[in-house]
Structures are given as C-alpha cells and as structure tokens.
C-alpha cells in the first residue's frame, strides 16, 4: 500500500510543489470540489485535522483565490466553502493527473479485480467512516 500511494500521490505532489502547496491543500480542494457550499464544520469532520491546521489550509486558498468562504443563508455564523474558478481548475488538474492513473491500473488488472479491490478498501474503513462514505456514495 506505501508504494501505491506513493505512486498514486506522485504527480499531484509535483504540481501542487511548483505551486508552494501540500496535500492538505489538495484534499481540501478535492473535497469542497465534491460539496460545493459544504460548511467549515463539515469539511472539518471529513478530514479529521484539527480547526487551526484546516484554517491555516483554508486562509492560503482563499487568500489565494482558490477558495470563496461566503456567510451562511440560515446561519451566518456558518461560512460555506466553494471552489472559485481557479481552484476547480487546479482540482481538475490535480484530479485528473490520479484518475489516468488509476484508469491505467484498472486496465490492468480487470474488472474483478477492481471489484474486490473497492470491498477490501471499504472494508478497511472505520465503521463511522464507512457510513459516512455510504451516504456520500448514496447522495450522488
């Protein structure tokens, strides 16, 4: 698993290098991509960072222009987080670089294979996790 993953995170870590980020830039903007208008709070609970980690993250993307945290419609205590042009742009490229990759791979190893590999990886979540990946995969 090391040595997949190290090849899996190979080529997004060179473009986000060249532009003086990390991989918790790149997660942040993968998963605000997935829940546009998601809250601080949620994205919070999804990583699993702690809230000064994640704001520090957060304050370079919207610095950045990555990132919009506008105030909430029902609560404006909450800030909603969408990706602004750019940052679905760096996204898709960060994104795309992983799914040539992993399509490459599929190939490779076929359909049953990809198969069993999805219910290993699932089954090696932690069940709070699990569901929350459930309704995630549920939801769209």
Do not use: C, W
């Not at 076929?110 to 569901?131: H, I, N, S």
């Amino acid at each position: 698993m090391f040595f997949a993953y190290r090849g899996f995170t190979a080529d997004p870590d060179r473009i986000l290098e060249a532009k003086g980020y990390g991989r918790a830039h790149h997660r942040a903007l993968h998963f605000i991509h997935r829940d546009q208008g998601q809250t601080v709070t949620n994205l919070l609970a999804m990583l699993g960072v702690t809230k000064q980690s994640l704001n520090r993250v957060l304050r370079t993307l919207v610095e950045d222009g990555l990132v919009e945290a506008r105030v909430g419609r029902r609560d404006k205590r909450e800030r909603n987080l969408y990706l602004t042009p750019e940052g679905e742009a760096l996204e898709r490229e960060l994104s795309e670089a992983q799914r040539g990759r992993m399509r490459a791979a599929y190939r490779a190893a076929g359909p049953a294979a990809v198969a069993g590999f999805r219910q290993v990886l699932e089954a090696m979540m932690d069940p709070d996790l699990r569901r929350y990946y459930q309704s995630m995969k549920d939801a769209g």
